[in-house]
């Protein structure tokens, strides 16, 4: 036994103070995400502002965790969500459920749920961890116009679809799947 | 199949060792294995039997083979040559030494079969998500088997516009239609009803109605039209009720039994999150075989109205009704119902003033005919055991002692009799008093069906209605009222028909309208040898005369003479045959008629509409006198206004049980959703937790100090199979009224502008069960008043024109279609539902079939007067 042994523990203790911090200081400052991070979801809109969602469940049936819950609704010319002849009408997600893996991405078929970066998904009551359309609607950009409302670019539902994409690339319209891979990480600080 | 059969034959010389073919039988050889087949049978159900699955559209093991859809080809072998081109399994039938090689081990099969599906595919829309068929469609499923991978067309597809209502409830996609005519031939040749076809040619071909096509017409008016939307294997028809509303994957799919007739038609039911969301047909060859009519279908919304009861109610001093807890309000009715048994309640003590006279005493049950056999017979062992009375009576309709007699002589406790399968073979049927279509239309789809096998269908009627015409059928015609000599005096081959070993006559309850009706019957059957049924309406009639849910019958049949009421009473548990009443029991109107005039001191009531009793008015001024009234209902009704106290009870969803069917046959249901389980049991968001009738009359009686023993169903069927059938040996005539010919009979028809009435009840008609169904409701066949040319034309009416039948409390205004009725005689259906809700009833209006009726002509209004 040497006579520095008690305070050899020490050298430890200042060495690892010269080092980088490696310590977050959330919740003051948020870590921003890899841009493909699968946090909350989204259901995007049309460049008009109706929903891209139809209410197909196909997301709730690729769901292994069972934690979306889906109810179609007949869109009519009176009150229109969606272009088309059906809407999401019920869309909860249960974050208590949610795994995110992403396959109710996959799934899919009009590019209406897809997920934004935002992690924070913690509560102290499991009622409000089952989001319905309020929350996951995405926000109404410039241009569009808060639904029910016909459909302003197009005839029928194929011109949607169809000249979506062309669409997108315009200046004057926007996107909201887009925007949201640029703008999330900002704006969650 | 013979079982050396299904051993593949590895040489060929082995099937030199087979054994010989059956008599009637050919041998051949699908897919390198040899099978024995009846002759005649088609390719596809020989391959089915060998677990090979063919695809097909068009095919329908029920429907005649078409040959429409091609998707069903393999490839045939006969004498050692193969056919130069795939042939379609589907209209092939097997041969001798056929060989066939389906798509598991012909490339050239495989290959037709992807080339028809590429073809289908050409102009069906990419709407899987939005399309209801969605997870469980046949195209999707053998586009994936059957299909290519990739698409080669990439040209524009042709389009039409959609969804095109064809009727209120279903809707066609045209897009999606692959043109299997499985729709238009089920509407020929199942229900015969030709309201849609195929229209147009090439790419433009599509189905539709005479609407679709002109612009104008009929649309698609079938009892029957849920089925197309059933067996169409694409979603080009859908149902506008189950619109968008789930997938299959979300769905519990659970078996159950129609409660809208008595057919005993297997049902599925499918629910989601407490709340039933479709009905589709069961499968059940003896019974539906796999057909069921739409108000089966579609109406089942009642369930989660806003109307259902689902709290005890108890009518306090200010004389609304409470909520109150189950304790309460059983409290209050056994103390009641004590009090009114006895002749111990407060108007027998309140003598004030008035001299005492006899004192109130008694109370009366009135189950209505929707009870399962079960409930029925709890309510049978109540009013028994705990009300000490035989006056009780199943039957919220008309009725008389003579039907009484009839079903003690031929129906109660006979088990299972003439069957559907009966009437297919049947040489001969004739119906009486029962309009096939609109009152029990399970039972004329199976006329229908043998009909187009030789069965001579004849109707005794007023006019060759639909279901005459359908059927193929022979209209002995009488006039209403009359029918009884016309059974006397039926032309001699209808007779000799009816001769004929293995021959019907239905006969439904509507008998009971005409005195002496339900005797000629008897007499008819007696003379011809011809066998019996009785088809009621509602699902539960027949359970109530087998549970002794009637004045005269206890359970199984018994009389209540001694011998049968000491098997009770030992049974029971009960001291000996004097614990049981031995009097008659008094008949639905009459119970009636003595809460009415203060001898009865109380009433029970169940799920009864006061416009389908035969004197509502009576009915009201009874509930009105009656110092207790207890109901037992689903959903709030006229009862509900005169009740003291109200016991909700469960929907046929949210309980176990049977309904007996007309045959006789016991159609037991498990229940579909349990209403103590969890989020189930949503009545309009909230949860309802009901109990069966059994249930809460067994914990009423308890509350009485008796104990019924029906806690559950499967306890109250246990103790009823227990107790079996006692049928008398010695069973009584059915006797006619006293006197010849009814009272109104001569009122000279005719001389004063009078008419005689002949009517039915149609299928939709607003009844209780129809509540929240407007889809439904819209495919309702318009009401009309029916009259022969001869007299329209005296009364100066023309088609179309508005007419008013009059009646002593009343008057009804319908447009008039012409038919051949006899003269001097008008038909009207016995209910009509009003555009502002509420319904008229003739009834109601103091009109009976077979009684005198004015009309007059040339109102414009709509709607009546009542
Ligand atoms: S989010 Fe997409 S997959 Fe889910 S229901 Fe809507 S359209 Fe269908
Ligand atoms: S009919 Fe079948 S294949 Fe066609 S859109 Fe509907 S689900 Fe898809
Ligand atoms: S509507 Fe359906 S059932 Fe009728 S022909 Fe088209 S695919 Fe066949
Ligand atoms: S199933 Fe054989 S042709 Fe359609």
Redesign the pocket.
């Known amino acids: 036994m040497g006579m520095f042994d008690g305070i050899a523990g020490f050298g430890v203790t200042f060495s690892t103070m010269f080092r980088k911090v490696v310590t977050e200081d959330y919740p003051r400052v948020k870590k921003v995400t890899a841009p493909r991070y699968h946090g909350r979801h989204q259901l995007n809109r049309h460049p008009d502002g109706l929903e891209k969602c139809v209410g197909c469940e196909l997301c709730a049936w690729a769901c292994p965790a069972d934690a979306i819950y889906v109810e179609g609704g007949d869109n009519t010319d009176e009150e229109r969500y969606s272009p088309g002849e059906r809407y999401g009408s019920i869309y909860q997600i249960n974050y208590l459920r949610c795994i995110g893996c992403g396959l109710c991405i996959e799934a899919c078929p009009t590019r209406s749920l897809t997920m934004t970066n935002e992690y924070e998904l913690a509560d102290d009551d499991r009622q409000d961890l089952i989001y319905d359309k309020d929350r996951l609607l995405a926000p109404l950009l410039p241009g569009m116009e808060q639904p029910p409302h016909p459909m302003r670019l197009g005839e029928n539902e194929q011109d949607y679809y169809v000249q979506g994409p062309e669409m997108a690339r315009r200046s004057d319209v926007q996107d909201a799947v887009r925007e949201e891979i640029q703008m999330t990480p900002e704006a969650s600080r | 199949m013979t079982a050396a059969s299904e051993k593949a034959p590895e040489k060929p010389s082995e099937q030199d060792d087979l054994p010989p073919v059956p008599h009637g039988h050919v041998r051949l050889t699908i897919d390198d294995r040899v099978v024995d087949a009846p002759q005649g049978e088609l390719l596809i159900r020989t391959c089915e039997r060998l677990g090979i699955v063919v695809p097909r559209?068009?095919d329908h093991p029920l429907l005649d083979p078409a040959g429409?859809c091609r998707q069903c080809l393999v490839e045939v072998e006969m004498g050692g040559r193969k056919m130069p081109k795939p042939q379609a399994s589907c209209t092939m039938t097997v041969a001798q030494d056929m060989v066939v090689n389906t798509q598991m081990t012909s490339a050239v099969a495989d290959k037709a079969q992807q080339g028809v599906m590429e073809l289908l595919l050409i102009n069906h829309p990419l709407d899987c998500p939005i399309c209801d068929k969605g997870g469980e469609c046949p195209l999707q499923n053998q586009a994936m088997s059957s299909g290519r991978a990739e698409s080669r067309f990439v040209e524009e597809k042709r389009t039409f516009a959609k969804p095109l209502p064809i009727s209120d409830e279903v809707l066609?996609d045209r897009e999606?239609?692959?043109?299997?005519?499985?729709?238009?031939r089920f509407s020929r040749q199942i229900a015969g009803d030709q309201f849609?076809e195929?229209l147009e040619r090439g790419a433009h071909q599509q189905?539709g109605t005479e609407e679709t096509a002109f612009g104008e017409g009929e649309d698609f008016q079938s009892y029957f039209s849920g089925n197309?939307i059933q067996?169409?294997?694409?979603g080009?028809?859908t149902s506008a009720s189950y619109r968008f509303r789930s997938r299959p994957f979300d769905l519990v799919s659970t078996p159950g039994v129609s409660e809208h007739d008595s057919s005993g038609a297997a049902v599925r039911r499918d629910w989601r999150r407490g709340a039933v969301t479709r009905v589709l047909a069961g499968e059940d060859p003896d019974v539906n075989e796999e057909w069921i009519d739409d108000k089966t279908r579609f109406a089942f919304r009642y369930a989660q109205s806003t109307t259902r009861i689902t709290r005890p109610l108890v009518r306090g001093d200010d004389g609304e009704l409470h909520e109150t807890s189950w304790t309460d309000a059983l409290e209050h009715a056994a103390t009641a119902l004590l009090a009114a048994r006895d002749g111990t309640g407060p108007a027998a003590l309140d003598a004030d003033g008035e001299p005492p006279g006899e004192p109130k005493r008694g109370v009366g049950v009135l189950p209505g005919g929707r009870l399962t056999i079960e409930d029925a017979y709890a309510y049978a062992k109540f009013a028994r055991v705990a009300l000490r009375t035989n006056d009780i009576d199943a039957r919220a309709r008309a009725h008389s002692g003579e039907e009484l007699d009839f079903l003690a002589a031929h129906v109660a406790g006979t088990g299972l009799g003439v069957t559907y399968a009966d009437l297919e073979s049947a040489p001969a049927v004739l119906t009486v008093a029962l309009e096939v279509e609109e009152e029990a239309p399970v039972v004329f789809l199976r006329l229908r069906k043998a009909a187009r096998t030789g069965t001579a269908v004849h109707h005794l009627g007023q006019w060759s209605s639909p279901a005459v015409v359908k059927t193929g059928g022979r209209l002995v015609r009488s006039a209403p009222g009359r029918e009884p000599e016309a059974l006397a005096t039926l032309p001699d081959d209808v007779a000799a028909a009816l001769a004929t070993p293995g021959a019907v006559v239905l006969v439904g309850e509507r008998a009971a309208e005409v005195p002496g009706l339900y005797a000629a019957v008897s007499d008819l059957v007696g003379r011809t040898g011809a066998r019996v049924a009785w088809v009621p309406r509602r699902a539960g009639e027949r359970g109530a005369v087998d549970a002794g849910a009637l004045p005269t019958l206890l359970p199984g049949g018994r009389p209540l003479d001694d011998v049968a009421r000491a098997q009770l009473a030992s049974s029971w548990g009960l001291a000996d045959e004097t614990a049981l009443p031995a009097t008659p029991g008094r008949d639905g109107a009459a119970i009636l008629r003595a809460a009415a005039s203060g001898e009865l001191a109380g009433l029970v009531v169940g799920g009864v509409e006061l416009a389908d009793l035969p004197d509502p008015v009576l009915a009201r001024a009874a509930l009105r006198e009656a110092d207790v009234v207890v109901s037992l209902e689903q959903v709030a009704s006229e009862v509900t206004q005169y009740a003291d106290v109200v016991l909700p009870v469960a929907p046929v969803i949210n309980k176990s049980g049977t309904f007996r069917n007309w045959e006789g046959r016991d159609r037991r249901f498990a229940t579909t959703i349990d209403p103590s389980g969890g989020s189930s049991g949503r009545v309009g968001g909230t949860a309802a937790i009901t109990l069966p009738d059994c249930r809460v009359l067994d914990t009423l009686a308890v509350e009485m100090d008796v104990d019924l023993f029906t806690q559950t169903p499967e306890v109250a069927a246990a103790e009823l199979g227990h107790l079996g059938a006692g049928r008398p040996t010695e069973i009584g005539p059915v006797r006619g009224p006293d006197g010849s010919g009814d009272a109104d009979g001569d009122t000279a028809a005719g001389t004063d502008g009078s008419l005689r009435l002949a009517s039915w009840r149609q299928l939709l008609d607003g009844g209780a069960l129809l509540i929240d169904e407007p889809e439904l409701a819209g495919t309702a066949r318009p009401p009309k008043i029916r009259l022969s040319t001869v007299t329209a034309r005296r009364l100066g009416l023309v088609e179309d024109a508005m007419a008013g039948l009059e009646g002593p409390r009343g008057s009804l205004h319908l447009p008039v279609e012409l038919a051949d009725l006899p003269d001097d005689v008008v038909w009207a259906p016995a209910r009509v539902p009003q555009p502002g809700g509420g319904v008229v009833t003739l009834a109601g209006l103091g009109l009976t079939h077979g009684g005198p009726a004015r009309l007059t002509g040339g109102t414009t209004t709509d709607g009546s007067s009542a």
Request: aromatic fraction near 4%.
């Open positions: 559209f068009c429409a066609l999606r239609c692959v043109l299997c005519q499985r729709c238009t849609i195929l189905i197309t067996i169409c294997p694409v080009a028809l």
